[in-house]
């Protein structure tokens, strides 16, 4: 076995990818494609087409109950194991046909699974069967990313900073790197590159709380607060505030992640019966829950991250994901930033789409597993030691 060979390509040599990312937002499937070669810091890739497909109604309602209530019968879960991998299926082809490229072109695929539960350094779970799916396009696919650094001692998590590694490494700036998704994940590179100095954990919520309160505002009919309006309606509560502010999470010192088990459904259903206690409008809980997102991104990176700047150096925070389109979040972010002296700016102005970021991180870190190269950050998971991350499956 120490002679297979995933693809019969070189490092050297570019390579057609596919990545599939789909977030603890359930809020569609990025899908991906890039020509990509090298490995590590020295990895290459150019972008071909990126698009975010919807996630077909049935499924996502049954991906949402599931989560929500978590529970489900064992046919449930056998069930939509291989719908899930169907709907990334139907991406791909989807995003061949975009580019007007044909799949036969396609080296390999790489998926991150939607996330069900995870309990840090125990167990996780992703469905969405990478066998199943190598099948369906006739290809390799890796996936199953999260395992094997949890079997070295690590949390799972974060997955991205060995992308932020690969992108961010050579700018010679203290670097800091903010992703708002469902959840938000802060990365620290360090000015020198050094690779076991990377720092890197969950914040707390992101979008989370914000898009389940915009649902029960809307009666469904929005999903996330477009471009803060019902924010800007509203007045922060002092009292929620303190409330949110008082989670044990963010007292924790990393490596840590956390998701749904602690900021889902079941924490903002506690919200908003506190909030109908103190009388305030769902607006005015919005805002509040708003100011909160932002105060855990800006609270972390002053308790763990910015304390062990060099003085005088020059200090980055380079934003991606959905919650930075988020004007009120953005704003908040900056304003906190500019006190300590560090420069908020969106992925984009310096070359990386914060659309896309997810669906390449999973590409880049399958691509290092097909040329059996590490890809977790130890001093990020806290696992005892680097690993090859991710399953190959071939047709």
């Given at each position: 076995?120490n002679?297979?060979q ?7 040599e570019y390579?057609l ?9 359930i ?8 020509k990509?070669?090298g490995?590590g ?8 087409g ?27 879960i ?12 139907d ?14 072109e396609?080296?390999f ?5 939607q ?5 840090p ?27 094997s ?9 974060p ?10 490494s ?14 938000s994940n ?6 020198d ?11 707390g919520?992101g979008?989370?709380i ?8 809307t ?10 309006k019902?924010?800007?309606e ?7 505030l303190t ?5 044990s999470?963010?007292?924790?010192m990393?490596?840590?992640s956390?998701?749904?088990e602690?900021?889902g ?9 506190l ?5 305030i409008s769902?607006?005015?809980l919005i ?19 910015f ?18 389109k ?7 972010l ?10 908020t ?14 669906a390449?991180?999973m590409?880049?870190?399958?691509n290092?597993?097909i ?5 977790n ?8 030691k680097?690993v090859?991350?991710g ?5």
């Amino acid at each position: 076995m120490n002679n297979f060979q995933v693809i019969n390509k070189p490092e050297s040599e570019y390579k057609l990818a596919a990545g599939i990312m789909t977030g603890t937002s359930i809020d569609g499937i990025d899908t991906l494609l890039v020509k990509i070669k090298g490995t590590g810091a020295e990895t290459q890739y150019e972008e071909v087409g990126f698009e975010n497909f919807e996630i077909p109604d049935k499924l996502k309602r049954k991906i949402r109950s599931i989560i929500s209530k978590k529970e489900a019968t064992l046919e449930d879960i056998c069930l939509i194991n291989y719908e899930i991998s169907a709907a990334y299926r139907d991406a791909i082809l989807k995003i061949f046909d975009l580019c007007k490229l044909s799949i036969n072109e396609l080296d390999f695929a790489a998926i991150s699974g939607q996330t069900f539960f995870h309990i840090p350094k125990t167990a996780t779970l992703q469905l969405g069967d990478g066998s199943y799916l190598a099948n369906l396009i006739n290809k390799p696919v890796i996936w199953n990313f999260r395992a094997s650094d949890i079997a070295a001692g690590g949390q799972g998590a974060p997955l991205v900073p060995y992308l932020d590694y690969i992108l961010f490494s050579k700018l010679k700036k203290e670097t800091i790197t903010l992703n708002i998704g469902g959840i938000s994940n802060i990365t620290h590179i360090p000015s020198d590159g050094d690779f076991s100095k990377i720092k890197a954990f969950d914040c707390g919520p992101g979008n989370m709380i914000i898009d389940r309160l915009v649902i029960e505002h809307t009666g469904g009919l929005k999903t996330f607060d477009e471009d803060a309006k019902f924010a800007d309606e509203g007045k922060i509560s002092d009292e929620i505030l303190t409330f949110l502010k008082s989670h044990s999470y963010l007292l924790k010192m990393p490596p840590k992640s956390t998701g749904r088990e602690e900021f889902g459904d079941d924490y903002t259903e506690r919200l908003i019966a506190l909030s109908k206690k103190v009388g305030i409008s769902m607006p005015d809980l919005i805002r509040t829950a708003t100011e909160f997102t932002a105060f855990c991104i800006s609270d972390a990176i002053k308790r763990f991250i910015f304390r062990d700047f060099p003085n005088n150096c020059e200090a980055q925070l380079i934003c991606a994901g959905g919650g930075v389109k988020n004007p009120l979040l953005y704003k908040l972010l900056s304003d906190e930033m500019e006190k300590l002296k560090i420069k908020t700016m969106h992925s984009e102005e310096i070359g990386v789409s914060a659309k896309s970021k997810e669906a390449l991180l999973m590409i880049a870190l399958a691509n290092e597993t097909i040329y059996k190269k590490t890809s977790n950050v130890p001093s990020a998971t806290g696992a005892k030691k680097a690993v090859i991350t991710g399953t190959i499956s071939i047709a």
